[in-house]
């Protein structure tokens, strides 16, 4: 009897091991008959946005925001969007709110609207999506504009050599995104984080969109919203303020900051250590002014390359100067150890740079280029001085004709 069951356990044992051999060679994945496999449960979603970019006044925005549950377990998700209408700061002019939903792994849900515009310019779309303790957030941009109406003109052909093709291979763009792994907070306080994002590619990246998830307990907000061109080689500057609550509860998140272009993307994974203890303020004070200083710099940078464009960024530099003198004033409050102060100035210079960085990227879509103010009385002086010099030069060849030619002249006048 013994020897039967022994048999029958090898026997079982030999079985085992063949299937696991089989499985192997099926799906490539060999699984040991002892070995205990458990999958990790993540929660995770996206949001897709579809629009168009440019509208004529007359016609209505559809907006489509998708949500895909990209995790591995069911989600219980609410979705709204927010239209804004950019008029040098941001306006809410439209909520829109969904009903609660739930959706399991690889599940997508539409949240359809129709946006009716009031006037010309820019706006901008806030979809957020909140499922259990998570936040997910991404935004878009269009323009409303007033399309001219086109009569054709028919011309008659000509004749043109054809010309010799050159074809030129560019890599396509590639983004990085640059900025510290982790950050020290404490409960109740903000995190100022500079994210540089460089286009490594060859060829010029369009419609930049910022994406960012991050724990539904935090207030994180992100700027510029919509970046329309970012050329091959060139960087351009985000700017993310966190704002942690006083019950926030102490412990290691995270925050995933995504940029996606019209050929690429690029995410970051940044760490927030939030403690209860109170943290080193000179420390704390300084880590923001440096992240301010340096998104000040590529400002100016985005700034110059936007001037050599031709587009007038007089307002743009005038802005930026000022939150430079907030920022430099702000380093002088905390060399005094003038805590309240040195905040102040922190926070004035951090509303004026989120706001430039908006407005930078505004003016590459409505704003027209940039005209010199005397470049029009220049063209009509340059005009009135030709025709002086013709005047003058006549006058002197009249002059000097031989005094023959004069009498004849005068004869033939008598």
Aim: net charge neutral; with cysteine; aromatic share 12%.
């Amino acid at each position: 009897m013994k020897k039967n069951i022994n048999l029958i356990l090898w026997t079982i044992f030999f079985v085992a091991i063949f299937l696991a051999i089989l499985i192997s060679k099926m799906t490539g994945y060999f699984v040991s008959p002892g070995l205990n496999v458990t999958v990790k449960e993540v929660k995770d979603a996206k949001i897709l946005l579809d629009y168009k970019p440019i509208i004529d006044i007359t016609e209505r925005q559809n907006i489509t925001a998708e949500i895909i549950n990209t995790g591995s377990v069911q989600i219980e998700e609410e979705m709204f969007l927010r239209v804004y209408y950019f008029n040098g700061s941001l306006k809410p002019i439209g909520e829109y709110l969904d009903s609660l939903n739930v959706l399991k792994p690889g599940e997508r849900r539409n949240f359809k609207i129709v946006f009716v515009p009031e006037s010309v310019g820019t706006y901008y779309i806030q979809a957020r999506a909140k499922y259990d303790s998570k936040t997910t957030e991404t935004w878009g941009r269009f323009d409303v504009v007033i399309f001219p109406v086109l009569v054709p003109v028919i011309q008659p052909p000509q004749v043109v050599g054809t010309p010799t093709p050159v074809i030129v291979y560019l890599s396509p763009p590639r983004l990085e995104i640059y900025a510290n792994d982790t950050f020290n907070v404490q409960q109740g306080g903000e995190l100022i984080i500079s994210l540089i994002v460089k286009n490594l590619g060859e060829r010029d990246a369009y419609e930049l969109k910022p994406y960012i998830s991050y724990p539904s307990g935090l207030e994180v907000s992100v700027s510029p919203l919509f970046v329309s061109i970012l050329p091959a080689n060139k960087t351009s500057s985000f700017l993310l303020y966190v704002k942690v609550p006083v019950e926030f509860l102490p412990g290691l998140y995270q925050i995933v900051f995504e940029v996606s272009a019209n050929e690429t993307r690029a995410s970051k994974v940044l760490n927030l250590n939030v403690s209860k203890f109170v943290l080193d303020l000179t420390q704390d004070y300084r880590e923001k002014i440096i992240s301010l200083e340096l998104v000040i710099s590529e400002v100016k940078a985005r700034a110059l390359y936007l001037e050599s464009m031709g587009f007038d960024v007089s307002k743009i530099k005038a802005t930026i100067e000022l939150a430079d003198y907030y920022v430099k004033r702000a380093r002088e409050f905390l060399e005094k150890k003038d805590f309240e102060n040195c905040q102040s100035e922190i926070f004035k210079a951090l509303e004026l740079i989120s706001q430039v960085l908006i407005e930078m990227e505004t003016i590459l879509m409505i704003a027209p280029r940039a005209v010199p103010k005397y470049l029009y009385v220049g063209i009509v002086v340059l005009c009135l001085v030709v025709v002086i010099a013709f005047f003058v030069l006549y006058r002197k060849r009249k002059e000097k004709r031989p005094k023959l030619l004069k009498g004849l002249e005068t004869e033939k006048g008598e």
